[in-house]
């Protein structure tokens, strides 16, 4: 799928692709990572880089992206004292532990 639409983009005189990251996807049980598939970023910045296009990232953590949760996983539901997008140790920890991966 990628490769058709980056050559496309080209062809239509793009040059960049931009692209939600979303932490649900990459992280959708806490500490369980998934980067295959559709989330092979690294795969699919590669294909934009051939192409010769840049990549332009839409990193969250909240990325709304008319996405569930704006991209937070759902687990974060289940952390003592979590409140969403507000600054809490909760979130802050969870926050941490992202950046510093």
């Known amino acids: 799928m990628w490769p058709d639409l980056i050559k496309k983009a080209k062809e239509g005189g793009l040059d960049a692709i931009e692209t939600y990251v979303f932490w649900n996807g990459h992280e959708p049980h806490r500490r369980q990572y998934n980067f295959v598939g559709n989330y092979d970023i690294v795969r699919f910045f590669k294909e934009i880089q051939n192409a010769g296009l840049y990549a332009i990232l839409r990193i969250g953590p909240y990325i709304c992206g008319e996405w569930n949760y704006g991209g937070l996983p759902a687990w974060l539901r289940d952390i003592p004292g979590m409140q969403f997008r507000l ?7 969870v926050l941490k532990a992202i950046v510093d991966t």
């Open 87 to 93: 600054h809490n140790a909760p979130f802050e920890s």
